[in-house]
């Protein structure tokens, strides 16, 4: 039974009147986003269908104390919209209309729920497109991008959500409905924007977002190369970017993903230990030129393959390829934990080799599908649930690669947030001092902790609570800075 | 006791692999027509299949709400195509519908109108009887109820000379014979689309197929099976193998996508019948959408041309449940003159699905408005598909938006481009 008494409930109907899941067998359904492992049934589920009525919901949540969770399409891979038990989560994908179009002006204006391709589809007619595309395009919310900052293959020369939000309009924790940003490229003023994005739901619900849309480039070139090793797909990808161009994308998968890929979506990648896909867009001159350069460097590497596509159908076949990888891996293993870690684009071999000895060591294979542009690893983790102790150990394995991108100089996460999954990793990359002040622009925010409460942060300090006596900060220790 | 044996939902245990498939990912979603109406986690594939796994290890009753998500689902296959991970959906639905008819009792008025269904539906004869006074029937329509109303409302305005058409038995090949095809006439296309089975009878010939079309032949069982009675399906599936055993045939021919694609699952189907399994397998292997049968003959006929832009709706079970696309999509091309002009949505069901027009009207409706409405956007001369649930169901709901369009199937053009030839 849900732990939110009657009294509530029936407020909770009021304010989002049609809306309300309490049924417990419903409920079941939001235990956990796309990552499994951890789940826990919501008290209740609320979809509202306007602004006003999420608004009308975390009024009440705020009156009484009730933890709230907003959650998108649930595709989310680090259990960022995991539920509350005696909480509400507030499930966005009603509100799904795009409401605007600005073609001169190159914005769009949408509700949360339209999913990332529903944008593209809808301006590709006037000849643009929504840049930030992650794999997960096709069902991801905007809200839940915007929670995320989610990136993309092309967010090596487009950068990431961050980088296409003008403005949002969002409930704050204590109910208050407000605008942040504004619809010029950039606002006086602190950049709360830059703030909310990225801040997986912890700081408010947004309710509705103004986005960049651009033009289609003149021209874009996609080409398929084999490679006999991923090192030898990773010296061409450093000789690319070592010539000073910045593709609008560079992909590379490894034999075991793209087995897994081909069992599902049968791109017909070419045969050999890893592929990389590399993306030029642009002026039809400049990409021609720019082709020629990149095929050379690509073939100086060792590449036994080298193919162009030559119209939208085989281009589109090539990306299913890609965007099909992560799920796909359910074709050659009966489970899989993705792994989400960066590292500068230098460091990307040695961490490569190191993976790859943790694989032979322990026993459990490790696909990897990367944006090699960004230095973005998706390390996945192959296991079995059925045989006892495998998931913990995968978990360990997938541990230790966060190491060894902490040890590179990179970072737990690219792209699908900390969540409730990574909140322990926090204190490996930050030190205390950078957690607190973290925790002090978070509690600006949300001081009675009720908004997303327990992801991010590992140790929920309460908002109030004194930070403990000072400590050296590592980077004065080290005598690289100074407080002042 | 175990809590597995408690559970109503027992029976899913043996696909248990097939749900373990199922790795979250969400990427079904929007082209679920249910979560795409509703938004609810529920009523995705997604959500079901983790309500099925639910169910199965006992964490949820089979109760009203729990059986109304399951109700929701079209059985369109949508999720299938979309699924990256290869989750098989098809017979996780089925087997989870069969429990749902076997322990959930329905309300009075629910049961009997689908025990009227499944008493009139499956039986072409019963069908015609039906058909004749079906005029009578409109006259006096708003004396009926609701439900009733429905029925008439959907059912095709067939002429007195549809009703008449009996397929011949065997039509011999024109030239010389190269395939040997037995014609599943159908029950609702027997009955009321007579004109359609004539065309695939008149293009199979021309093209150089003898056609077999037995007048035994009953019911595929496609109707019982997609609504949870599986017993009532084996018996149809016994009775059409034996019928189409006796003639020898190279390939048997099907005009009616949800009749196909359910014969192409006869293997799974009758898997535990010692007597039957090995042969309704081979049966299976040999059915064939008439579409794949006529790609597979390089053309001998010629076709006129027929100046026509033609929006072409991919009826679920035969894009989605048999992955048959390109072939209907050539054979329109291979007719000079014919534009095909691309829908948006394609992927989506019109919402006529089997009998669900009829059980959730409401849903049924908003999916082919929603349906007609992209059809006509297209500007189209004709709109052409392959099922004949569909031409009735984007009739109806374009005639209703007040934007008629022209549905035909797609063997009548190609039976017109190719007459006279
Ligand atoms: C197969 C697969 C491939 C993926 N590929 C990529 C990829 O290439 N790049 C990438 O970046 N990610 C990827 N992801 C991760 C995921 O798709 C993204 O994180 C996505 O942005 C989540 O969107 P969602 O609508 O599913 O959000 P959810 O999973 O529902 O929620 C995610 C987070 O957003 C918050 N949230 C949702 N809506 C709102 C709102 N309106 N206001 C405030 N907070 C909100 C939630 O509280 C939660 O913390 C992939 C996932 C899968 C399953
Ligand atoms: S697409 Fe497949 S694996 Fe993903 S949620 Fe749907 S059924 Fe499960
Ligand atoms: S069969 Fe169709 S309606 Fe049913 S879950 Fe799959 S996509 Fe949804």
Redesign the pocket.
């Known amino acids: 039974m849900s732990a939110l008494d009657s009294a509530f409930l029936s407020r909770l109907h009021a304010a989002a009147p049609g809306g309300v899941i309490d049924d417990p067998a419903e409920r079941l359904t939001y235990e956990s986003?796309?990552l499994v492992h951890l789940r826990a049934t919501p008290g209740a589920v609320v979809l509202p269908a306007s602004a006003a009525e999420v608004q009308a919901v975390v009024r009440l949540c705020h009156e009484r104390g009730v933890p709230f969770?907003?959650?998108?399409?649930?595709?989310?891979?680090?259990g960022?919209?995991l539920p509350h038990p005696d909480g509400v989560l507030i499930g966005?994908a009603r509100l799904n209309r795009i409401l605007d179009v600005d073609v001169p002006n190159l914005r769009v204006t949408v509700e949360?729920g339209v999913t990332n391709l529903d944008i593209t589809r809808r301006v590709a007619p006037f000849g643009c497109y929504y840049a930030p595309d992650?794999?997960?395009q096709s069902?991801?919310?905007i809200?839940?991008?915007?929670?995320?900052n989610?990136?993309?293959?092309h967010c090596l020369k487009y950068g990431f959500t961050v980088h296409h939000v003008l403005s949002v309009e969002?409930v704050l924790p204590d109910g208050t409905l407000t605008t942040i940003g504004s619809s010029a490229l950039d606002a006086p003023g602190l950049d709360l924007l830059g703030v909310l994005v990225g801040s997986?739901?912890t700081l408010?619900?947004?309710?509705k977002a103004a986005l960049r849309i651009l033009r289609r480039p003149e021209a874009v070139l996609t080409l398929l190369a084999g490679f006999p090793s991923i090192d030898a797909a990773g010296d061409a990808v450093s000789a690319i970017i070592g010539h000073g161009i910045i593709p609008a994308a560079v992909e590379m998968m490894d034999r075991l993903t793209i087995d897994a890929a081909e069992a599902s979506v049968q791109p017909n990648f070419p045969k050999t230990s890893a592929v990389l896909i590399v993306e030029l867009d642009g002026p039809q001159s400049e990409v021609d030129d720019l082709f020629v350069t990149v095929e050379r460097v690509c073939r100086q590497a060792g590449a036994e393959t080298v193919e162009i596509a030559r119209d939208q159908g085989q281009r589109e076949r090539i990306w299913k390829g890609r965007?099909a990888a992560?799920?796909a891996m359910g074709r050659v293993s009966p489970n899989y934990y993705?792994q989400d870690g960066v590292v500068p684009r230098t460091r990307l071999s040695e961490v490569l080799r190191r993976i790859r000895d943790l694989e032979a060591r322990s026993g459990l294979r490790i696909g990897n599908v990367f944006h090699a542009g960004d230095g973005n690893l998706h390390p996945l983790i192959c296991y079995d649930e059925a045989i006892p102790g495998q998931a913990q150990h995968a978990e360990a394995v997938a541990s230790e690669i966060l190491q060894y991108c902490i040890d590179a100089g990179g970072a737990i996460t690219g792209?699908?947030?900390v969540?409730a999954d990574k909140k322990s990793y926090m204190s490996k990359m930050f030190a205390d001092a950078d957690l607190d002040t973290m925790q002090l622009v978070r509690c600006a925010f949300d001081p009675a902790n009720l908004c997303?409460p327990g992801?991010v942060f590992p140790t929920p300090r309460l908002c109030g609570e004194v930070p403990g006596p000072y400590r050296q900060h590592p980077v004065e220790r080290a005598g690289l800075g100074e407080r002042f | 006791m175990d809590a597995n044996e408690q559970t109503p939902f027992a029976t899913l245990a043996p696909l248990e692999p097939l749900m373990d498939k199922c790795v979250h990912?969400?990427?079904c979603l929007p082209t679920c027509p249910s979560y795409l109406l509703l938004g609810k986690e529920m009523d995705s594939p997604r959500g079901r299949i983790y309500t099925m796994r639910a169910g199965m290890e006992g964490r949820v009753d089979m109760s009203a709400p729990v059986v109304a998500h399951f109700d929701t689902c079209l059985g369109c296959m949508a999720c299938e195509t979309a699924c990256?991970s290869g989750v098989k959906y098809a017979p996780l639905i089925e087997e989870t519908r069969a429990a749902i008819e076997a322990h959930h009792p329905r309300p009075l008025g629910a049961r009997l109108f689908r025990q009227l269904l499944f008493a009139v539906l499956p039986y072409h004869r019963r069908l015609r009887v039906l058909g004749a006074p079906l005029g009578l029937a409109r006259a006096l329509r708003a004396l009926l109820p609701a439900r009733l109303q429905r029925l008439i409302d959907l059912a095709p305005r067939a002429t007195l000379s549809d009703l008449r058409i009996t397929t011949a038995e065997l039509t011999p090949a024109r030239g010389e014979q190269r395939l040997k095809v037995g014609l599943l006439t159908g029950c609702v296309q027997r009955a009321f689309f007579g004109s359609v089975n004539e065309a695939t009878v008149r293009v199979l010939a021309a093209e150089g197929c003898t056609v077999h079309a037995p007048r035994a032949q009953g019911c595929c069982g496609a109707l019982a099976l997609h609504a949870g009675e599986p017993d009532t399906a084996r018996r149809f599936a016994r009775a059409l193998i034996t019928v189409f055993e006796r003639e020898g045939i190279d390939a048997i021919a099907v005009n009616a996508a949800g009749c196909g694609s359910s014969m192409k699952e006869y293997g799974h189907l009758l898997r535990d019948d010692p007597a039957f399994a090995e042969r309704a397998t081979r049966f299976a292997s040999k059915v064939k959408d008439v579409t794949e049968i006529l790609t597979t003959l390089p053309a001998r006929v010629a076709r006129k041309p027929m100046p026509l832009r033609i929006a072409y709706h991919d009826a679920c079970h035969l894009g989605h449940a048999q992955g048959v696309r390109r072939q209907p999509r050539e054979l329109l091309q291979s007719i000079p003159g014919v534009t095909l002009l691309p829908v948006a949505e394609s992927d989506i069901c019109c919402g006529s699905a089997g009998i669900f027009n009829l059980v959730q009207p409401e849903m049924s409706d908003a999916l082919g408005a929603r349906k007609a409405a992209y059809l006509a956007e297209t500007g189209p001369d004709m709109v052409v598909t392959s099922n004949p649930g569909c031409i009735l169901q984007i009739q109806a709901a374009a005639a209703r938006a007040g934007t008629p369009l022209v549905v035909r199937h797609i063997v009548e053009v190609l039976d017109e481009a190719t007459r006279g030839m």
């Open positions: 986003d796309a969770i907003a959650r998108g399409h649930g595709t989310g891979l680090s960022g919209a966005l949360p992650p794999s997960s069902v991801c919310s809200g839940g991008n915007i929670a995320e989610s990136g993309g293959a969002a997986e739901g408010a619900v947004v309710t965007k992560f799920a993705v792209e699908h947030g969540g997303n992801k | 990912c969400g990427f990256p």
